[in-house]
């Protein structure tokens, strides 16, 4: 393909995010009869945003089924950080081209056809179907890692001169050499994001750790933990499982380093995306805009920072016992920093937000469609209050909730004083939408309380 013909293709993908959701899967479905061919990627990569948001049927392919078992550590190039034991989607097409030219021709042919033949919805039949490949395709990338490190030419023909490139290399060997063991294990836990494991979910996990070397050399389930805690919104209840585990000897010296890594990995990780939420970057050319509306995008801020501050408060325990300063302050830097994120981003915006929305002039009450976004803003301080003990913000949060019920306070003082306020309705209904707020901002015995105070003003 030639390169004005790969510049077409990712024009058209471009093109395709405005158009109705219909049409876009039509172009999608179009790109994907075109499987590996070169450029593909790249007009995938355009159409991304928008298929993570309707989600499609994809169809299997050899090279995806290839990078299936790890595919919960790619990022976007965009938001790729390094030394976090993650890959770049930039580095896929290469490292795919490469790995294909050292596989068996008759092999790969094997497990197209045994794609074609086997129901694709079907999880572990499709395990079975890539098993070989996945076999082979690690000892290729050891191989290309190898001659990358040894031939420098090749390595910059290939890769370019940075040598992160062989970092995720690995990262992918040491994946798909347990390929069919991490797949199985998806099958028999939640799907992602993982919130609340069972009983069985954790037997299943043991089970896993304890096949794969057990109290004797816990070191070689880390491909398969790696992979478990990029899947969990609490990662530290899987670092936990590693520190319950009982070791000696040489043993306690590999389970403490696994735990230090995946710490640090797992708090890298919550690093990386409150950097990229506190820095509110330009949105990925040809992904569908964001939400203009203040109201959902303070809900879903708010959600953001409840996920990686969940996520963070997990891992405390394994942090603490670890004793690492240089993982406690990464701690510390990532809490101050979605700490951060809320103050200026969710709490910033609160205020602002309400004020347009119920503070109305001459005493008219808030319009039913305006009352349930102001209701979801002060939702979203509320969420926002619940994460102030673990993010230290609590004096900060506590003033801003004060602040919002003065206002509510006085504006209904307002509106109370005005000529003719006792027996006009809209007064009253008014008074009964500012008494939802404080409900959910204070709790029903305040509301109560305002309740009678108002009530007795206006009768």
């Known amino acids: 393909m030639t390169d004005a013909a790969i510049a077409q293709w990712q024009t058209l993908a471009r093109d395709a995010t405005r158009l109705s959701d219909a049409k876009f899967l039509q172009i999608y479905a179009l790109l994907e009869q075109l499987g590996d061919k070169p450029g593909i990627a790249g007009a995938f990569d355009a159409m991304r945003p928008r298929l993570t948001q309707l989600r499609p049927p994809r169809r299997p392919t050899v090279s995806r089924l290839f990078f299936r078992p790890a595919e919960d550590l790619f990022d976007d190039p965009g938001v790729y950080t390094r030394r976090l034991q993650r890959v770049s989607r930039g580095t896929l097409p290469t490292a795919w081209k490469l790995v294909r030219a050292r596989l068996d021709g008759g092999m790969v042919d094997g497990v197209a056809q045994g794609i074609l033949k086997a129901d694709p919805r079907d999880p572990r039949v499709m395990a079975r179907v890539a098993a070989p490949l996945w076999e082979a395709g690690a000892q290729a990338l050891a191989a290309i890692a190898d001659e990358a490190e040894n031939n420098l030419r090749f390595m910059v023909d290939n890769f370019g001169r940075d040598d992160d490139v062989l970092r995720q290399i690995q990262t992918l060997r040491d994946v798909l050499l347990l390929g069919g063991v991490i797949e199985d294990l998806k099958q028999r836990l939640p799907e992602r994001p993982i919130g609340d494991l069972a009983e069985s979910h954790v037997e299943a996990i043991k089970g896993v750790m304890a096949q794969l070397g057990g109290a004797e050399s816990p ?11 990029a899947r969990m919104l609490r990662p530290g209840v899987v ?7 009982r070791v000696t000897g040489n043993s306690q010296a590999q389970r403490d380093a696994l735990t230090r890594d995946l710490s640090g990995v797992v708090v890298g990780n919550l690093l990386r995306q409150t950097g990229t939420m506190a820095k509110a970057p330009e949105p990925t050319p040809g992904a569908a805009p964001p939400s203009k509306d203040p109201v959902q995008q303070l809900g879903s801020l708010a959600a953001v920072a409840e996920r990686l501050t969940d996520g963070l408060t997990s891992v405390n325990d394994s942090v603490a016992i670890l004793r690492d300063k240089k993982i ?15 103050l200026t981003t969710v709490l910033g915006n609160v205020e602002k937000t309400l004020a347009g929305l119920m503070y109305s002039a001459g005493g008219v009450s808030t319009p039913p469609d305006e009352m349930k976004k102001a209701e979801a803003t002060v939702l979203a301080l509320k969420r926002s209050a619940k994460l102030a003990g673990h993010l230290g913000i609590q004096r ?9 019920r003065r206002e509510i306070e006085r504006q209904a003082d307002r509106m109370m004083a005005a000529p003719g306020a006792r027996g ?6 008014q008074m009964f939408n500012n008494l939802r707020l404080v409900e959910i901002l204070a709790g029903s015995d305040e509301a109560e309380r305002m309740y009678r105070e108002w009530n007795r003003r206006l009768t």
């Open 219 to 229: 070191q070689a389930a880390a491909p398969v933990l790696l992979v478990l805690t």
């Open 239 to 245: 670092l936990k499982m590693l520190t319950d585990m």
């Open 328 to 342: 406690v302050d990464r701690v510390a830097a990532a809490r101050s920093e979605i700490g951060e994120f809320v």
């Open 396 to 404: 900060e949060v506590a003033a801003k909730i004060t602040e919002i």
């Open 424 to 429: 006009d309705p809209e007064v009253r209904r």
